[in-house]
């Protein structure tokens, strides 16, 4: 078992620590994409995409190049998104308890929460890399799309299927409370037609 607020205290320091470096991070990915997409691709494309070493373009090239920086930002800020899923995994396993919640349901909520942090990184990523893959291989572009698509919808079905029972849950106590309002309005009719 976990306590409540010691999961707090934790979310909140793990969020601390980590929101920045996504920031800089973020800042630095797109400083470099802006300068790929806006002046080295265009001066490439300038000099007339010659072949260097009669094996590859130079766009494709230099698509390349900014291709790898950039997956080597994402990394880095992959396992801080990580963390701050996890922490928001953390508010909200303490947000449904009182005071102490089980190991399993941070877990379950721990893996809910990354699926969807994944799906996000990923279509970030892929927003950033789309100019950059399709330099070097245009149809690379849409086949890396596709596996994406697949990929996304697989992730998000387990992500909800980790939610299931929370839903479920919620769903049985809106139903509840639903059904008793209905009764009671019904009672209150029922009595309304029989003082008249």
Wanted: glycine share 8%; net charge negative.
């Amino acid at each position: 078992m976990v306590n409540r607020e010691q999961l707090l205290a934790e979310s909140r320091r793990e969020i601390y620590d980590s929101v920045p470096k996504i920031i800089i991070g973020i800042a630095i990915a797109f400083l470099i994409w802006l300068f790929g997409v806006l002046i080295f691709l265009p001066l490439a494309r300038m000099l007339g995409d010659p072949f260097l070493f009669g094996l590859i373009g130079f766009a494709s090239l230099i698509s390349g190049i900014i291709l790898i920086a950039l997956v080597i930002i994402f990394f880095g800020i992959f396992k801080e998104v990580l963390d701050v899923t996890d922490a928001f995994a953390g508010y909200a396993a303490a947000a449904y308890s009182r005071s102490e919640t089980s190991d399993e349901k941070v877990e379950r909520y721990r893996g809910a929460f990354r699926g969807i942090a994944y799906v996000l990184v990923a279509v970030f990523a892929f927003l950033f890399f789309l100019p950059f893959l399709a330099g070097i291989i245009p149809v690379l572009a849409g086949i890396v799309l596709v596996i994406l698509v697949l990929w996304a919808i697989l992730v998000l079905f387990r992500a909800g299927k980790l939610f299931s029972g929370e839903i479920e849950q919620w769903a049985a106590s809106f139903t509840q409370k639903v059904e008793t309002r209905r009764q009671e309005i019904a009672s209150e009719e029922q009595n309304e037609y029989s003082y008249e």
